[in-house]
């Protein structure tokens, strides 16, 4: 994906989590949020459906000949598509007309995302983007995001209802700094990129007094943006 592709999609991580924090108070948002995401599945779910009963239809009008000619899908592939449409369908159904009862789940499923999202920046920042170092301070995002995720999962008074705007809060910081994360991180490269094509010498060389090559790499803190 592009440069252009992961800032829009920091961007509207960004505003979720904007708007997270701004309905925190709301008694219903948590259900709202259920809804939504059951309508989500549904209309998927349902379009899938009504593609697969028209290429059922056709099928069927095809003689023997055009069924050889034409590729079809086997029996599996359309028994997966039969059953993932409808599981999408009744979960979702579920989901708009029980959201009490994925209240609890949803909580689980914040929490297990934003610890995927806090190594993932660990992992980038540490040796995935390298030669860029970043300085020390820098780390606290990434730890911040699996701290908020261990909070969610393993706090028990957060399953209460009374907690929900907690829940929503922390949901809606840490989707703010995963995306502030990111944004250093966009940084840190295009900084360093800057500096290396000014100095070209900077990138790792061989010494020729020693046998050894040498990594010159430029901490963040010594990027000029």
């Given at each position: 994906?592009?440069?252009?592709?992961?800032?829009?999609?920091?961007?509207?991580?960004?505003?979720?989590?904007?708007?997270?924090?701004?309905?925190?108070?709301?008694?219903?948002?948590?259900?709202?949020?259920?809804?939504?995401?059951?309508?989500?599945?549904?209309?998927?779910?349902?379009?899938?459906?009504?593609?697969?009963?028209?290429?059922?239809?056709?099928?069927?009008?095809?003689?023997?000949?055009?069924?050889?000619?034409?590729?079809?899908?086997?029996?599996?592939?359309r028994f997966a598509g039969w059953t993932v449409s409808i599981a999408a369908v009744v979960l979702g159904a579920m989901m708009c007309f029980t959201p009490e009862t994925f209240r609890t789940p949803l909580i689980y499923i914040f929490a297990i995302f934003i610890f995927i999202g806090g190594i993932y920046h660990l992992y980038m920042m540490a040796r995935g983007l390298r030669p860029v170092a970043f300085d020390l301070w820098t780390y606290i995002f990434p730890a911040a995001l699996i701290a908020i995720a261990c909070?969610?999962?393993?706090?028990?008074?957060?399953?209460?209802?009374?907690?929900?705007?907690?829940?929503?809060?922390?949901?809606?910081?840490?989707?703010?700094?995963?995306?502030?994360?990111?944004?250093?991180?966009?940084?840190?490269?295009?900084?360093?990129?800057?500096?290396?094509a000014a100095l070209p010498s900077t990138r790792t060389t061989t010494d020729t007094h020693a046998d050894t090559p040498t990594d010159h790499t430029l901490p963040l803190s010594l990027i000029h943006i």
């Open positions: 994906m592009k440069q252009s592709g992961f800032t829009i999609i920091n961007l509207i991580i960004l505003g979720i989590g904007i708007l997270f924090i701004a309905a925190c108070r709301r008694p219903d948002f948590l259900h709202a949020l259920v809804f939504f995401t059951g309508i989500a599945f549904i209309i998927p779910g349902v379009i899938n459906i009504f593609s697969l009963l028209l290429s059922e239809g056709k099928k069927d009008k095809y003689d023997e000949k055009d069924r050889r000619d034409r590729p079809t899908q086997s029996v599996w592939a909070v969610l999962f393993f706090l028990p008074a957060l399953r209460r209802p009374e907690s929900q705007t907690t829940v929503v809060l922390l949901t809606g910081i840490s989707m703010i700094i995963f995306a502030v994360t990111s944004f250093f991180e966009s940084v840190g490269i295009r900084a360093y990129n800057k500096r290396t």
